[in-house]
C-alpha cells in the first residue's frame, strides 16, 4: 500500500521567498505530524494534527512558519519570508492515531534556502 | 538542552556480532521510547517500541532495554546484518504525541 509522501523531494528558494511544502499521509491516519531534521541531529518536532485541528503547534520555531490540514487528509506546511538557518528536511509523518502509536515517515522534503 | 541523548554518533561491528546503541534521557515524564532506523535520502523507518511499564521488548533480531530509574534504553541487534547498516535514532513521549529525537548513531556492520 502506498506511504507517506512529500512533495517536492527538493526544493531551492532564494531567501526572503515563500515556499509550501506538501504531505499526504498514509489513508485513514488520522494524525499527522511535521518534523524538520538539520545535518547531524535527529528530526525535531514542529507541530501535530489530530484530523483538521492542531492538536500541538509548540515546536513552530516562530510565526513564519504555519501548517494546514483542512480536509484532514493532506496537509501543507507553510515558510514565510524564509531564511538561510530554515534549510533543513523537512519530514512528514503519520499515525492511525495520535498517542502512542508508531508514526510514519515520509522520505522528507530537502529545503536549501539560498 | 537535549532531553534525548545518544552519545555515541557513531558504531562499528562486525557482521555476525551484537550492535549495542545507547540512549539517555532526562525528562522523567517520558513514557513512551522508539527506535528508528533511517538509510540515506529515506525517511526513518519504525523499528520496536518500549513503554515505561515494561523494562524489555524483544522482535525478532532487535531487544530493547528500559532502565527507568538510570533513565536509559538500549537496542541490541542479533546477529548484526551489512544491511543493519544505518543511522539508528532513540525518541521518546511523555503521554505518546509530541516526540522529542535524539541525533542518532551511525551503525555500521562490516562483512
Known amino acids: 500500500g502506498a506511504g507517506v509522501s512529500q512533495t517536492p523531494s527538493n526544493k531551492v528558494t532564494e531567501k526572503g521567498k515563500y515556499v509550501e511544502l506538501r504531505c499526504d499521509p498514509i489513508?485513514?491516519?488520522?494524525?499527522l505530524y511535521w518534523y524538520r531534521q538539520s545535518l547531524g541531529q535527529g528530526p525535531e518536532f514542529l507541530i501535530y494534527?489530530?484530523?483538521?485541528?492542531?492538536?500541538?503547534d509548540s515546536g513552530l520555531p516562530n510565526d513564519r512558519f504555519f501548517a494546514v490540514r483542512p480536509e484532514g487528509s493532506v496537509s501543507t506546511l507553510k515558510i514565510q519570508r524564509t531564511e538561510r538557518g530554515d534549510s533543513a528536511v523537512y519530514l512528514c509523518?503519520?499515525?492511525?492515531?495520535?498517542?502512542?502509536?508508531?508514526?510514519?515517515f515520509g522520505p522528507g522534503t530537502r529545503l536549501t534556502v539560498l | 538542552d537535549q532531553q534525548v541523548k545518544q552519545n555515541s554518533p557513531s558504531l562499528s561491528v562486525q557482521e555476525g556480532r551484537i550492535s549495542i546503541l545507547n540512549c539517555d534521557y532526562t525528562?522523567?515524564?517520558?513514557?513512551?521510547f522508539l527506535w528508528y532506523k533511517k538509510y540515506p535520502a529515506e525517511g526513518p523507518t519504525f523499528l520496536i517500541s518500549?513503554?515505561?511499564?515494561?523494562d524489555k521488548n524483544e522482535d525478532g533480531r532487535f531487544t530493547v532495554f528500559l532502565n527507568k530509574s538510570a533513565k536509559h534504553l538500549s537496542l541490541h541487534i542479533v546477529p548484526s546484518q551489512p544491511g543493519d547498516s544505518a543511522v539508528y535514532f532513540c525518541?521518546?513521549?511523555?503521554?505518546?504525541?509530541?516526540?522529542?529525537f535524539g541525533p542518532g548513531t551511525r551503525l555500521s556492520v562490516l562483512p
Open positions: 509523518a503519520s499515525s492511525q492515531i495520535a498517542g502512542g502509536d508508531t508514526q510514519y
Open positions: 489513508s485513514g491516519h488520522t494524525a
Open positions: 494534527f489530530q484530523g483538521t485541528g492542531a492538536a500541538d
Open positions: 525528562n522523567s515524564m517520558f513514557d513512551y
Open positions: 518500549i513503554s515505561s511499564i515494561k
Open positions: 525518541a521518546a513521549s511523555a503521554g505518546g504525541q509530541n516526540f522529542v
